[in-house]
């Protein structure tokens, strides 16, 4: 697993809370191995991680501005276009 291109403190990247952290990765199921390879991952607070109706992974229109959040960083970071990410990961969210 890659470092976070995402953040480099280690608090919740929605509400900046310290403790409860759980390491959320972006794009996960099938291109989770590409997500950690690539530095898409954060760390999340338990409420904000895994608790209805607001956590990533019960609210699909934060999960998905998050990763756009995560594309930006992505093609910022790697140099690369909105349709690498797309031929990479399958999915173009912004």
Request: glycine share 6%; net charge positive.
């Amino acid at each position: 697993m890659a470092k976070s291109i995402m953040q480099t403190e280690r608090k919740c990247y929605i509400c900046g809370r310290r403790t409860e952290l759980e390491l959320h990765h972006i794009c996960g199921a099938a291109n989770r191995k590409r997500s950690d390879k690539d530095g898409l991952m954060v760390w999340l607070c338990h409420n904000c991680h895994n608790e209805p109706p607001n956590g990533v992974h019960h609210n699909a229109a934060i999960n998905d501005q998050l990763k756009a959040v995560a594309q930006r960083r992505w093609m910022e970071h790697y140099g690369k276009t909105a349709d690498d990410f797309l031929k990479r990961y399958g999915k173009n969210y912004i």
